[in-house]
């Protein structure tokens, strides 16, 4: 019995995470494809800024949609409805020959990468036991880890030769298949277990998440989630044009990238060790703070062995603290919001990835400093951190109701 329920387990992770890594295929092949659309369109800093934006606004608009629905309709059906409006948006992407096209698409890819994260991780909280429930859904985010590095490789071999057109169509192939695979998948046991009792309205969900029960762990989550958003967007977004603007080739800046992007697995791997063995608040206070000084000296490094150490780990803490993030959230909320609390934060949080690309941009063309841009995301992660210490409570073993 116990097999056959780790089996199941491990089933769900599985494809779970194909859908993250899919996710993260296309956000990381995205800083790269700016990089090739500012060469190729003669892209200003502004404009560049708005392409990380715009897919930011569309996964705002997808958490709180999608969040909301799961709450209906059940955490499965929302999970095949946003990889299938992020594939096709992303193979009709590679088509695009003008900006204006590319950034409605974007959108909709957006909406679907936006929906499917919290949703996902709400669906395999709700599916796992107590004990080892922060340990999977932090090695769900890792298949995160794994999307960046196949974007990275993808984008290093593939769009200097070949373009990026074809570098969106083999991201967005894949997910078809991923999407066959998801039809078999069973509903959150947890959802099923209250979906005949009387469901409460959109609007009831979002008053419940405000009344003096929920009050504190929301205020938490929207500050934790808004601070982690902004500074990882505005950060890894703009990492290949910010080693350019540092004095490097677009295909070496490519290269270190890469480098840096391979200390995001044993940033997972560890956050997922520590997170049952020592707590949620643990991991995220830490890693949030490693994550702000890593920061911090990415922004007023001067030589590349300074810029490799510090960008190696910046990726280590800030994704060890983004497992911890997804790990911790569905915890505060009971099954009957938890879709709505989740995909509500996450909604907040994209708001923060709409501000932070944009807020580079502006900073840039202004001939700002790149090491005052990073120490701004520096601040921004300590809130961060800090709303977690005073506000948050610690869930680890918690049973969910």
Request: glycine letters at 10%; proline letters at 3%.
């Amino acid at each position: 019995m116990g097999n056959k329920k780790e089996l199941s387990e491990r089933k769900l992770l599985g494809i779970a995470g194909m859908g993250w890594m899919f996710d993260a295929m296309d956000v990381g092949m995205l800083s790269f494809i700016i990089a090739a659309l500012k060469v190729e369109w003669d892209l200003t800093p502004g404009q560049m800024g708005w392409i990380g934006s715009i897919n930011s606004i569309g996964m705002a608009v997808g958490a709180l949609v999608f969040g909301l629905m799961a709450d209906r309709i059940g955490r499965k059906h929302v999970f095949i409805i946003t990889l299938l409006l992020f594939s096709l948006g992303s193979g009709a992407s590679a088509l695009t020959t003008s900006l204006a096209a590319f950034l409605v698409l974007r959108f909709f890819i957006g909406a679907g990468l936006g929906g499917e994260l919290p949703v996902a991780s709400t669906l395999v909280s709700e599916s796992v036991s107590a004990e080892k429930r922060g340990r999977i859904v932090v090695l769900l985010e890792s298949f995160w880890a794994v999307g960046w590095l196949t974007a990275a490789v993808i984008s290093y071999f593939i769009i200097p030769k070949f373009g990026w057109q074809i570098a969106l169509v083999i991201s967005a192939l894949p997910a078809l298949y991923a999407l066959y695979l998801r039809m078999g998948l069973p509903d959150s046991p947890r959802f099923t277990a209250v979906k005949d009792k009387k469901k409460i309205s959109a609007i009831e969900s979002m008053k419940k998440l405000w009344s003096k029960e929920y009050r504190r762990p929301t205020a938490m989550l929207w500050i934790v989630w808004f601070c982690v958003v902004f500074s990882y967007y505005g950060m890894f977004l703009w990492l290949p044009s910010v080693m350019i603007m540092k004095g490097f080739s677009l295909i070496k800046s490519f290269e270190y990238v890469l480098i840096m992007t391979l200390a995001q697995l044993p940033g997972y791997f560890t956050a997922a060790w520590f997170i049952e063995k020592l707590g949620r608040k643990f991991v995220l206070v830490v890693y949030l703070i490693g994550t702000a000084v890593s920061a911090y000296f990415f922004g007023v490094a001067e030589s590349t062995a300074m810029l490799m150490t510090a960008g190696i780990l910046l990726s280590f803490f800030n994704l060890g603290a983004w497992g911890g993030l997804y790990a911790y959230s569905p915890e505060q909320y009971p099954t009957i919001i938890r879709g709505t609390g989740t995909g509500t934060a996450a909604a907040i949080g994209r708001v923060g990835g709409i501000l932070g690309p944009l807020l580079v941009g502006n900073l840039v063309a202004q001939k700002v400093d790149i090491s005052a841009i990073f120490l701004i995301f520096c601040i921004s992660v300590l809130i961060g951190a800090f709303a977690v210490f005073f506000l948050g409570k610690e869930t680890k073993n918690k049973e969910l109701v």
